[in-house]
């Protein structure tokens, strides 16, 4: 089965995107965070899925949830969704995957349901010491 990879000029537009909301919650502090922040896509195992992982520093988990031990939470992907700059550049993202899938698999072009593929948020975390981690945001969609 063909894989859609976005473009990386489009992955790191998404990124500077939530780099961007990061610096606008001031959750800047020696950049490690920010610096982390690097994102891949491509589809799922499933049809009509495309896979968003967030490349970051483990603690962007407990900055965007908030903690019980005094961490409020910044809920940094839900703003991120938000912005009108994300929305525009997953908007971009899913019309080149109806593209692709067109292209790919010409008898799909009969399925309507191709026309709203599902974007899927993943979290790959760097440097967490903690095992278990949630890989998906528990907040976001």
Do not use: C, H
């Not at 949830?65 to 409020?72: D, L, V």
């Not at 969704?81 to 994300?86: A, E, G, H, P």
């Not at 993202?93 to 899927?120: C, D």
């Amino acid at each position: 089965m063909a894989k859609f990879k976005v473009k990386y000029a489009t992955r790191n537009k998404l990124a500077r995107s939530l780099q961007k909301e990061i610096r606008a919650l001031g959750l800047i502090d020696e950049g490690t965070l920010y610096d982390s922040i690097k994102i891949s896509a491509m589809t799922g195992s499933k049809l009509n899925e495309i896979n968003l992982t967030i490349n970051a520093m483990y603690y962007y988990l407990f900055l965007d949830e908030g903690t019980s031990r005094g961490i409020p939470p910044y809920s940094i992907t839900d703003k991120w969704l938000q912005r009108s700059d994300t929305q525009s550049i997953i908007g971009e993202i899913v019309n080149e995957y109806i593209a692709w899938q067109f292209e790919n698999y010409p008898f799909l072009k009969m399925a309507t349901i191709l026309n709203a593929p599902k974007v899927k948020i993943q979290f790959n975390w760097i440097d967490s010491p903690y095992k278990n981690l949630p890989t998906e945001p528990t907040t976001a969609f």
